[in-house]
């Protein structure tokens, strides 16, 4: 079937249809800034607006998008020829984007909404095209068969729906909690530390545009005319309200009495909550409190290892998860390649490791030479199959052994 007569107009019914925004809403409290399965709340109350989310995942994706892919062949070689139709897709998916570029696409979708949809565009000739699609553009039809849930995938085009079978999206994704397809955003699970972190940003601002100080309330010994009231209201705020008349003297004339009303910033522990909020978020989203220069919620006692865990628990999951999803969708197109895979060593933080491991298997002296070139994924050497020994080498028992005193007057 060619692409373009996939461009059809449909239109499912809301019950058939299930997308990113349409699910169950975990925390539904209206406009108080709390995260649900919406796309958009998921960007307006979490990425956009708050520091931590936005930088967390910044250094997510900067991380995965920087290593680059290795196609092997189907006897595990890598395959060195640049040449290839699968390297040449890979450095340029598209006219508009690199494939850093589109790596950081998908790893920001995906922490953000839990879903990432990359889709081939497909000719006679193979794979012309990748491109990385919002999640919030896709839906699917279910097919109720738990071993193969989605009977048609939906884009919205804008000007048109594209009608795709399953096979036609590669899909990135969490694990699907409540949903047969679709995975759960990190985001949720931050929900509520994301609204608190955000309202109390909210409070601090407007507690600084009232210089600093809690609310008044005013006290009067008559009742008020509704004028007098309007009147007094319209004076205060003028006069006394903002940070720009902080410091002023209130002066209060017939017997009225201004107290504070409300907490202030101590009272609040307003950097306590900003803190702990903060370390939940860094949990959720696989960043250590280091690489976000919170210094409040330093865990580790360098950045250096704050970095190595870092890459171990989230950067290579995220690479694995990625390259094996690729492997999938892409290799079957390409007759001499098995898998799409990553070198280790291009992760910064890791590379000390890999230094670390060349120095234990150079100094087994147990092992042959193929032996250790095995190891560390190199091929193997004619005539490796030998333990090689320094010549200094002596047996234990020839150390401790007497050594045989000799006469300088015995000549013969």
Request: proline share 7%; with cysteine; charged share 25%.
């Amino acid at each position: 079937m060619g692409i373009l007569s996939r461009f059809k107009k449909s239109q499912p019914s809301e019950g058939e249809k299930k997308s990113m925004g349409g699910l169950a809403e975990l925390f539904n409290r209206g406009d108080t800034g709390a995260i649900n399965d919406s796309y958009a709340t998921q960007t307006k109350n979490g990425y956009d607006v708050n520091p931590y989310v936005y930088r967390a995942i910044d250094i997510r994706a900067q991380s995965v998008s920087s290593i680059d892919p290795i196609i092997y062949d189907m006897k595990g070689n890598v395959i060195e020829d640049r040449n290839h139709p699968l390297y040449r897709l890979l450095k340029r998916p598209n006219p508009r984007q690199s494939w850093k570029d589109i790596v950081y696409e998908v790893e920001s979708y995906l922490a953000i909404n839990g879903n990432a949809f990359l889709y081939p565009i497909k000719t006679v000739t193979g794979i012309q095209e990748i491109w990385c699609i919002p999640p919030d553009k896709v839906t699917y039809i279910p097919s109720n068969n738990i071993f193969d849930p989605v009977l048609e995938w939906h884009v919205n085009k804008g000007d048109g729906m594209l009608v795709l079978d399953p096979g036609d999206l590669i899909h990135i994704h969490t694990f699907a909690s409540d949903d047969p397809v679709l995975g759960t955003s990190p985001l949720v699970p931050a929900s509520l530390s994301i609204a608190q972190q955000n309202s109390a940003r909210q409070w601090n601002k407007s507690m600084m545009q009232n210089g600093a100080k809690p609310s008044l309330k005013l006290l009067v010994p008559d009742e008020l005319t509704v004028e007098e009231f309007n009147r007094l209201k319209t004076n205060l705020e003028v006069g006394y309200s903002g940070a720009e008349n902080t410091g002023k003297v209130m002066v209060l004339d017939g017997g009225k009495d201004a107290q504070p009303v409300g907490f202030s910033a101590t009272d609040m522990e307003f950097n306590v909550g900003v803190g702990v909020n903060a370390r939940e978020i860094e949990i959720v989203l696989g960043v250590a409190s280091e690489l976000l220069n919170d210094n409040v919620n330093k865990t580790y006692a360098s950045t250096s290892e704050a970095k190595k865990i870092f890459a171990e628990q989230t950067v290579m999951p995220l690479a694995t998860d990625l390259y094996d999803k690729l492997t999938h969708g892409l290799c079957p197109y390409y007759k001499d390649v098995d898998y799409i895979g990553f070198d280790v060593s291009q992760i910064d933080a890791l590379k000390g490791d890999r230094n670390e491991t060349i120095s234990a298997v150079a100094n087994a002296n147990y092992l042959t030479i193929n032996e250790k070139r095995e190891l560390l994924s190199y091929d193997p050497v004619p005539d490796g199959d030998v333990i090689l020994q320094p010549m200094g080498n002596i047996p234990l028992s020839e150390v401790t052994a007497p050594v045989p005193t000799i006469d300088p007057d015995d000549r013969s």
